[in-house]
């Protein structure tokens, strides 16, 4: 098929859902021949603004190639994740926004495999190269059947299938400048010095400006150049939300002091601007005027301001930052490279490393030119030859020139200087791609200019015999160049364990069957995740497709990863790595493993993980992502610390009593409506079919317990079964309203009136009186209990900051956020009754002319009703000393109903699930939430913000990711390698976002010494020969250790202060276990592990490493 230009043009099937059915275009996955050729038409119509470039080919579906770009609403069941870290302004941007990648090695796949995953509008891929061997190292995009064929045209459909939403697009010709025309950011990963500069001057001075990035990676050296034109606003420059306040209170002073409730750290830096609201007393404040803030202190700070003559400060009051966008200057390439400014640093022991690698990257160009080649491998002639050139260029440096050129380090350089590695094309394929949706959405602080990196210390530790990095005709060549055969060696015959194949573990596979690990005869990767894959996977665990929902993580991603390359020898298991599954990872499975990689979400599998790692002392590459922020633990046995070594405060939660009572945040109104959801639909029905499944026994728990919490549930259980069980839509309008005897009668009447004119229209009602109960009653009691004058026991305003004074919301059917709270929460209650939902129940109009019919009595407010005040609490049941005498009474009550159900009877309960937006469960979250700070003033927010919070969504991109992956990938070079010193290894954190790099070396273990021994948590004492509990306590003797203590688990063994232990001297350590401890050891355990307390010859208490006994 080919277009009018006689380019070839080509469509693939569609792979996600779009709206090419709808428009009539393709009725199948296999589209039409004419589809096809009119769709590949319309393509490249759209893409060249009319006329197809020469050497052009346009992919894409139906409904791309009709409109010319994406979708204007975005999937947020697909986009979640991202769309908490960039918003949607940012992704409507970056779904407007058209890209040009020039150079199709590793590099330029990673850069594109991101920026398709994020959901650019179209990516146009350019090279006028072919496939060799030589790029197996690095792009997981071609195989050997590719080699010969141009790189841009073989990486279309494989890109392609990331995400078609995204028109993708071949140019096979060398470029010009005027085409850059098309795009708003340009990315050249494989370019002539000469030509970058012709480049990024025609992109630097046309309107609007197109920004420039210029990228290569050579060896285990990288570079990144950004120009983003003369005038580049940044919209937002961290990302973070604007920081906020409480007000406690501000002075009448010049200038004013403001005071904020120590709830919360004053998070303002001298010269932030912020706005004021809410202040009561001292209005002057609350006119929207920002102020810029000066003398900050932890909850304190001061306003330009005289408010000396202002009226009085009385109470309450918000104070907001206001983000300013900031606008950076850029300098073209040519004029950049003599003044480059400052250089991003990501090495603080590697100050004068950039300025170096500035010169050594032109130096290397200049060699290319004279050359028309890299330098060669192990070639010394050619390292030297770059070495002078470095030299001749330092000596014309007019100012910063180098005092000592790094000859070494130089050579390092030229010896790698053609090969393109998969971890740090990985790498720097994270940092350009997120440089990229920075240029195109004024999201994050760009790079500003230059960036340049170096992992020599990755290199083996014994010297390369130059030999030994000559290419074997192997996809491996690359890497071989750099590293030498023997490490490849070790690579290929590693035993890797990847724990998690999620977004991390998609990457690690990837980076791993690239760089030939566990590809040998003797290598094997293990890799586990016991999660099925989502559709909101799919913009960042790239490995996944959406016909693979549903399926299991592991075994799609390992399939995924033969693919990328045949010999890799992997097993892919589900099962969940913890203690119940230590008979699948058994000790001899931990015994042989080379290494173990995390690729976890969650601090309580690291946790675990690390336990065995040290325990079988084996290397720990732990890697985590947050937005875009990244961070890299390189944990070596012996060497460093452990990852449990060390652990990050907890999170600061909520006083219950805020959470119910007093919110003064959206988070608060979040954190409660998720509770009452669970509480409605999960807890309570799974309460009621635990005690149906098992009467006696659940009853018999309840009167043990026989407290307050056991009244509460018994109460719960039994509302459920007796005056709140439906069983039609009938019951559920009595459900609604029995909450109030004294109109029984009433409903008696309306319920017939109901059946009549909208038989189905229970659920309405049941939900009406939710909110009525919510939104107004509960309301009115606590203003009732606590009116806005009431004064605590010391005299001060009880409604002082941070409470907030609630008012009732009274419900209205004009108001759609009513109606909606209504109509999610009816059809979660039917459900759980399973009562089916009436069609017209989704009508608005129905809906409300329903609700309209509903008779709300008046409420009438408790004297009595107690209100938890106490920050300390725990628990919102009032305790009685008659709980014991009410749980008999319920029980007898249930007991009694129990005998009126259906043999059979159970409800249904609804599990929370936050990723599919047609189960109403977010709808009702939302609206609780919204109603809720509707009452106390709190700003409400959308659906997809209160799925982020009640969700605890984390923020993630695949840029961060890749880069983490990259940085894993190349400690474990050295890791493999096995010669390194604590030095040589990095723990890295990275902020993409500002950007913001530290490395530094991994904290040292920390060592115990006794006599002339020493130990870390890494050393495990082993006792062989079925020792006796004789032999044991002589065995640590003749170390200089009086054992007085010995346990198993949570069983004493042994204890010097108990004399009938003396009895247990001649007996063998496995028996006591077993007989004293009651352990039942598996057959596949030869030892067992004690923990022993002991002390030296002067008493002194000596910290002694677990003590493994081996029995027969």
């Known amino acids: 098929m080919v277009n009018s230009s006689g380019s070839p043009e080509f469509m693939l099937p569609v792979k996600r859902t779009t709206a090419g059915a709808e428009l009539g275009l393709v009725d199948s996955s296999e589209p039409t021949k004419k589809h096809c050729a009119n769709l590949a038409s319309d393509a490249a119509s759209s893409m060249a603004g009319g006329s197809s470039l020469n050497g052009t080919v346009a992919v894409g579906n139906g409904k791309l190639a009709i409109g010319g770009g994406n979708v204007s609403e975005i999937d947020e069941d697909l986009h979640s994740r991202q769309l908490a870290v960039y918003g949607r302004e940012t992704m409507r941007r970056l779904f407007a926004s058209n890209i040009l990648i020039s150079g199709l090695q590793g590099l330029g796949a990673e850069i594109a495999k991101n920026l398709i995953l994020a959901g650019v509008k179209s990516v146009s891929l350019h090279d006028v190269g072919t496939v060799e061997l030589w790029d197996l190292s690095s792009n997981f995009i071609f195989s050997e059947e590719d080699i010969g064929k141009n790189r841009a045209l073989a990486s279309v459909t494989k890109l392609q299938e990331l995400n078609n939403s995204v028109m993708i697009s071949a140019l096979t010709s060398e470029m010009t400048k005027e085409q850059l025309a098309d795009f708003q950011a340009v990315v050249f990963t494989d370019i002539s010095l000469e030509k970058a500069i012709e480049f990024d001057d025609y992109c630097h001075r046309h309107q609007p400006p197109i920004a420039f990035i210029k990228s290569e990676v050579r060896g285990l050296f990288g570079s990144v150049f950004c120009d983003f034109g003369p005038e580049f606003t940044v919209l937002d420059v961290d990302g973070k939300d604007p920081h906020t306040g409480i007000i406690a209170s501000i002075s009448n002073d010049n200038p004013a002091l403001v005071a904020c409730v120590d709830d919360e750290r004053v998070e303002f830096e001298d010269g932030d601007l912020v706005v004021f609201s809410e202040v009561r007393g001292m209005t002057e404040l609350n006119d929207g005027k920002p102020r810029k803030v000066m003398n900050t202190r932890p909850y304190s700070f001061s306003i330009e301001e005289d408010t000396t003559n202002y009226a009085q400060y009385e109470r309450g009051g918000i104070v907001t930052q206001v983000k300013q966008p900031k606008v950076l200057s850029f300098k073209p390439l040519h004029q950049a490279l003599k003044d480059p400014g400052d250089f991003l640093l990501s090495d603080f022991s590697k100050l004068d490393r950039p300025r170096l690698l500035h010169l050594a990257f032109q130096a290397l160009e200049k060699f290319r030119v004279e050359m028309g080649r890299f ?424 409604w002082s900051a941070p409470k907030r004074f609630p008012r009732p919301v009274h419900f209205s059917n004009e108001d759609s956020s009513h109606i909606n709270f209504v109509l999610a929460a009816a059809i979660l209650r039917a459900e759980t009754f399973a009562i089916p939902v009436p069609d017209w129940v989704k009508s608005p109009a129905k809906l409300a002319d329903a609700v309209d019919k509903v008779i709300v009595p008046d409420f009438m407010p408790r004297r009595d009703a107690k209100i938890v005040t106490d920050e300390k609490a725990t628990s919102l049941s009032t305790a009685s000393m008659d709980d014991a005498v009410v749980i008999d009474e319920l029980v007898m009550r249930l007991e009694s109903c129990k005998q009126k159900l259906p043999v059979g009877y159970k409800m249904n309960p609804i599990q929370f699930e936050k990723d599919d937006d047609s189960n109403f469960h977010m709808d009702m979250i939302a609206g609780l939430a919204n109603m809720r700070a509707r009452n106390y003033s709190i700003p409400e927010v959308d659906k997809l913000k209160a799925k982020f919070i009640a969700g605890r969504i984390i923020p993630a991109i695949a840029t961060s990711t890749a880069m983490a992956t990259g940085f894993v990938c190349l400690e474990l070079y050295k890791v493999l390698d096995g010669h390194h010193k604590l030095e040589d290894y990095r723990d890295t954190f990275v902020n993409l976002a500002t950007p913001f790099f530290s490395m530094a070396e991994p904290a040292a273990a920390t060592s115990v010494k006794h006599r002339d021994l020493s130990w870390t948590v890494w050393d495990r004492w082993v006792l062989r020969g079925d020792p006796t509990l004789r032999k044991f306590l002589q065995w640590l003797k003749d170390k200089g250790l009086n054992a007085y203590s010995i346990s198993y688990g949570s069983c004493l063994l042994y204890n010097s202060m108990f004399p009938r232990h003396a009895d247990r001297m001649d007996r063998k350590m496995v028996d006591l276990v077993r007989d004293v401890a009651k352990a039942e050891l598996p057959p596949y355990r030869r030892h067992f592990d004690v923990v022993v307390a002991c002390e030296d010859e002067d008493d002194n208490d000596v910290d002694i490493p677990l003590v493994s006994v081996y029995f027969e």
């Open 375 to 798: 330098p060669l491998a192990g070639s010394e002639e050619d390292a030297q030859k770059l070495i002078v050139i470095t030299a001749n260029m330092n000596n014309t440096v007019a100012d910063g020139k180098l005092e000592e050129i790094d000859e070494k380090l130089l050579r390092n350089f030229a010896f790698g200087a053609r090969a393109v590695l998969n971890p740090m094309a990985a790498l720097f394929g994270g940092l350009v791609g997120q440089e990229v949706v920075k240029a195109c959405s004024g999201k994050f602080h760009p790079l500003v200019q230059f960036f340049y990196f170096d992992s020599v210390e990755s290199l083996p530790m014994e010297p390369l015999d130059p030999n030994d990095l000559r290419p074997l005709n192997s996809r491996y060549d690359a890497q071989i160049s750099v590293f030498g055969s023997k490490l490849q060696k070790k690579l290929e015959d590693a035993k890797v364990f990847v724990v998690g194949s999620g977004a991390l573990g998609c990457e690690f596979l990837k980076n791993l069957a690239l760089m030939g690990v566990c590809c040998g005869d003797e290598g094997k990767m293990t890799i586990t995740d016991d999660d099925v894959i989502e559709k909101s996977n799919l913009t960042r665990q790239f490995l996944f497709r959406d016909w693979n929902i549903g399926q299991a993580k592991s075994t799609v991603a390992s399939s995924a990863a033969t693919l990328i390359n045949s010999r890799l020898h992997v097993e892919a298991l589900q099962n969940r790595a913890s203690p119940e599954s230590e008979n699948v990872f058994h000790d001899t499975f931990w015994e042989n493993l080379s290494v173990v990689i995390n690729a976890l979400d969650n601090v309580n599998a690291r946790l675990y993980i690390d336990q065995r790692c040290v325990y079988f002392q084996k290397p720990l590459l732990e890697s985590g992502t947050l937005g875009a922020l990244c961070n890299i633990q390189t944990v070596i046995p012996h060497l460093t610390k452990n990852y449990g070594a060390t652990r990050d405060p907890p999170e600061k939660q909520a006083p219950m009593c805020t959470v119910h009572s007093f919110p003064h945040n959206i988070d608060h109104c979040l954190t409660w409506a998720r509770s009452e959801f669970e509480g409605l639909l999960e807890k309570t029905p799974t309460e009621v079919n635990a005690y149906l499944s098992s009467p006696s026994e659940y009853i018999s728990a309840m009167k043990k317990a026989g407290d307050a919490q056991a009244r509460d549930i018994l109460e719960r259980v039994l509302e459920c079964l007796d005056k709140d069980k439906c069983d039609t839509f009938q019951d559920c309008i009595t459900w609604a309203r029995l909450k109030y005897d004294r109109i029984y009668l009433l409903l008696l009447l309306l319920n017939r009136i109901v059946l009549n004119i909208y038989q189905k229209f229970l659920i309405c009602i049941v939900c009406d009186y939710r909110f009525e109960d919510y939104f107004v009653n509960r309301v009115k009691q606590l203003t009732y209990t606590f009116p806005e004058d009431a004064l605590t026991s010391s005299g001060a305003p009880f």
